[in-house]
T-cell receptor
Framework: GAVVSQHPSWVICKSGTSVKIECRSL??????MFWYRQFPKQSLMLMAT?????????EQGVEKDKFLINHASLTLSTLTVTSAHPEDSSFYIC????????????FGPGTRLTVT | AQRVTQPEKLLSVFKGAPVELKCNYS??????LFWYVQYSRQRLQLLLR??SRESIKGFTADLNKGETSFHLKKPFAQEEDSAMYYC???????????FGKGTKLTVNP
């Protein structure tokens, strides 16, 4: 149980276009989803926290107008990278939790974004 | 602000040898600490958390508040332990994880 999927697993887009990444909790209802960014050979950096039905909370330094997050249902959150630039190329990972006391997060497999 | 330090980027041991992956944290409150593992081509998954005090796959980690450490240990490393290991912290009541930079463990035959 507690499986999180992401789609697509990899995507290539042209500079200036927008790309949407989906994060789904397959067998549980996720009250909270998190979006991370991971640069090559570096750690995961939290971008934003997304609660179902409310606006996402962005970490300091993350542009909310560039990285649009929508958490429309308890099983789906989306991250849209708007007007993508090559520096947005990265590995984007989501995780989900349902408010367990031990705060365990279940991670998706990640999405590799390459902006050309 | 919370910070997690994993001083070793790479750690290489031989099969059967003891292994210790270091993690130090800075946080003034009561932290909750975790170890996550990422095997090759797999997603990040929880290995263990300090509040459960359990041993997973032979790994243990003890929270030392005096030294602000949460080192991960295993007495006899196996080749299948080769992976990327991340130490992470949340502050009391928060679900937000702050990760260390990770240590890549290689267990040689």
């Amino acid at each position: 149980g507690a499986v999180v999927s992401q789609h697509p697993s990899w995507v290539i887009c042209k500079s200036g276009t927008s790309v949407k990444i989906e994060c789904r909790s397959l067998d549980f209802q996720a009250t909270t989803m998190f979006w991370y960014r991971q640069f090559p050979k570096q750690s995961l950096m939290l971008m934003a926290t997304s609660n179902e039905g409310s606006k996402a909370t962005y970490e300091q330094g993350v542009e909310k107008d560039k990285f649009l997050i929508n958490h429309a249902s308890l099983t789906l959150s989306t991250l849209t990278v708007t007007s993508a630039h090559p520096e947005d190329s990265s590995f984007y990972i989501c995780s989900a939790t349902w408010g367990r006391v031990d705060h365990e997060q279940y991670f998706g497999p990640g999405t590799r974004l390459t902006v050309t | 602000a919370q910070r997690v330090t994993q001083p070793e980027k790479l750690l290489s041991v031989f099969k059967g040898a003891p292994v210790e992956l270091k993690c130090n944290y800075s946080y003034s409150g009561s932290p909750e600490l975790f170890w996550y593992v990422q095997y090759s081509r797999q997603r990040l998954q929880l290995l263990l958390r300090h509040i459960s005090r359990e041993s997973i796959k032979g790994f243990t980690a003890d929270l030392n508040k005096g030294e602000t450490s949460f080192h991960l240990k295993k007495p006899f490393a196996q080749e299948e332990d080769s992976a990327m290991y991340y130490c992470a912290i949340t502050q009391g009541g928060s679900e937000k994880l702050v990760f260390g930079k990770g240590t890549k463990l290689t267990v040689n035959p």
